[in-house]
């Protein structure tokens, strides 16, 4: 099952969104995880690895998206 969802309004820096992203993936039933922020380039990399969800089209460079 695939689960995404924005956290708006918090920019993180990228070694923080890879501590998120590493604690996340320890969880279970997690298989695979993606935490960026919702910069234009990042969207598009979302996308291009198969972690886009609608819902990021709403977000901003200043949200997290977690897939």
Do not use: Y
């Amino acid at each position: 099952m695939f689960h995404a969802f924005i956290k708006k309004g918090c920019f993180q820096d990228s070694v923080s969104l890879m501590i998120i992203s590493r604690k996340l993936s320890e969880s279970e039933n997690v298989d695979d995880v993606s935490v960026m922020m919702g910069t234009p380039a990042n969207k598009a990399l979302l996308d291009t690895t198969g972690f886009w969800h609608d819902d990021f089209n709403n977000a901003t460079p200043n949200d997290i998206c977690v897939a």
